[in-house]
Each structure stands twice: as structure tokens, then as C-alpha cells.
């Protein structure tokens, strides 16, 4: 059964909703989501292992929702100042930190924070994703000072530095990063980072050479690429400005805005069994 989609929208001095908005598979909006939960500049999100929770990096901690919006856990993460979000291998739920250049790490109920990679493991953290093998893929982009490397690093199943610039791209600069159903990396682009005329793209690297495989081209219309998640048919959906655009991947073709809203400023893109709240 198609699954409703939530995107978080950012807030403060980035000008979007600063919400979580909930989206029906047709795109039709429903509402914020989670409204009574006091989340406030929401970034990363991700689905629990069990399916039964949504995890949302707050502006200054971790919150757990239901599939009715309340709130059912959280930990605060003082100045971490987390981004984006992901679960590892061994269950637990992994976010960018971004004041600490790194990976932090919590139990899956969030009761306390667990493990990280060491700081300043890349130079500006952006999105990350485990490979089935356990391997680390940690994208390492420009912060908004101008400061960065546009690249990917590569990190082995124990955690352990490989490489710390596996991609090589001239016109990477990373906002998101996954794992394609197969095996190969996909990340969302902004380039140059920042400028008015960037050029937003969805890029494909090759998971054992980081070798650039495609580039895929979401029109003229996409702005600010961020978030990006796979849906179970396949399709590649990735948040932006003020658009939702999918994509048929196996094609490597666009199939246009799922959805268009003005200020939407999306960060992340999480499908899930919510109910009204």
C-alpha cells in the first residue's frame, strides 16, 4: 500500500515553514504533522527499524513520533547542531553533527547518545549512508562560509578511515547522500554551492570505485537539492526549494514536481504510515 510521505521544512533564518508537512502518495497536502510536538527548524528524518516511529532532528534535540504526530520519546542534543539522519547496521540512529564535523550515534529508544565517529572527521558534514557490507559513505560538502572539500568519504564496517576522498567530481557538492536498491551511491548537488545560478543535480558513483556513472537533471525549476529517499517501487524522490521532484531511476529520467509549494525549504523526505493527528 502507498505510504503518505512527510518532509521537513526548515526554519529560522532559512525562511521556510518550519514544519513538518505530511503529503499524501499523490502529493496532495495534509497538514503539519507532529504539530503539538514542539519541534521547532526540523532537519533529518528517518523511519525506525520496526516502521512503527518517525525519528525528527529537532533544533535542539531527537524526537520519536507515532504514526499519529505525539511524541513519544526524545533526547536533548545540546549544540551538536544536527543535520541529516540515518540508521546504521547495528540499529542505532545515526545523525550529522554538524558543530563537530563528525557522526554521533543513539540508542534506538533515544535514552542516551552512544558512539560517534571521532570530530572533525570531515571537513563539513552532509549526508551519510551504511552499504549493505556495513561500509560508511559520509559526503563531506561546503559549509556556508565557503569552507569545504566536495567530496565523499569512505569509512570500513568497524568505522575506520579508508579514504577520505573516494569521489573525485569537479561539479560535486554534496547535500544528501543514499544507497540505490542497486548497491551504487546516489547524491543530491548543488554546484557551485550557494550561487545564484547552481546547478541542481542527482549524481550516481559506482560503490566499489566511486567512479561517476550518471548525472541525472531534475529541470530548470529545482532548486536547493537536499533530502533524498527511495520509495518501495523504486522511484527517487529528492526535496528542494519548493518543490518535491521524483525520478523513474532505473530510466535515470525526471518525472517531475510530485509536489510544489512556495517556502517549502524541504531538508528531508521520510515515507511513512501516518494517521491524522
Known amino acids: 500500500m502507498p505510504l503518505d510521505f512527510v518532509v521537513s521544512s ?31 527548524d526540523p532537519r533529518g528524518l528517518h523511519v525506525s527499524g520496526d516502521r512503527r516511529h518517525l525519528y525528527v532532528n529537532s533544533s535542539d534535540r531527537v524526537v520519536m513520533l507515532g504514526a499519529d504526530g505525539i511524541a513519544v520519546a526524545s533526547i536533548a542534543t545540546h549544540e551538536l547542531d544536527l543535520g541529516g539522519a540515518n540508521l546504521g547496521p547495528d540499529g542505532q540512529y545515526y545523525a550529522t553533527s554538524r558543530s563537530t564535523r563528525t557522526l554521533v550515534a543513539f540508542t534506538a529508544e533515544l535514552t542516551r547518545q552512544v558512539s560517534s565517529l571521532p570530530p572533525s ?26 569552507q569545504g572539500d566536495n567530496t565523499i568519504a569512505l569509512f570500513s564496517a568497524s568505522m575506520e578511515l579508508t579514504q577520505r576522498r573516494f569521489v573525485e567530481d569537479s561539479e560535486l557538492s554534496p547535500l544528501d547522500l543514499t544507497i540505490a536498491p542497486n548497491g551504487n551511491i546516489v547524491v543530491s548537488s548543488e554546484f557551485p554551492f550557494g550561487a545564484p545560478d547552481a546547478r541542481a543535480t542527482i549524481r550516481e558513483y559506482e560503490s566499489t570505485t566511486g567512479q561517476l556513472l550518471r548525472v541525472l537533471d531534475a529541470g530548470p525549476t529545482f532548486h536547493r537539492p537536499r533530502g533524498l529517499r527511495f520509495a518501495a517501487d523504486g522511484r527517487l524522490f529528492c526535496v528542494g526549494e519548493d518543490e518535491v521532484v521524483a525520478f523513474d531511476f532505473e530510466r535515470g529520467t525526471s518525472l517531475g514536481p510530485v509536489v510544489r509549494l512556495p517556502r517549502l525549504n524541504g531538508q528531508a523526505i521520510e515515507f511513512f504510515p501516518t494517521v491524522p493527528n
Open 10 to 40: 526548515a526554519g529560522g533564518a532559512n525562511g521556510g515553514l518550519n514544519a513538518l508537512l505530511r503529503f499524501s502518495p499523490d502529493g496532495r497536502a495534509q497538514g503539519d504533522f507532529g504539530a503539538k510536538a514542539g519541534i521547532t
Open 121 to 146: 572527521s570531515v571537513s563539513f558534514p552532509r549526508g551519510f549512508a551504511f552499504a549493505a557490507d556495513g561500509r560508511l559513505f559520509f559526503s563531506s560538502g561546503v559549509a556556508p562560509s565557503g
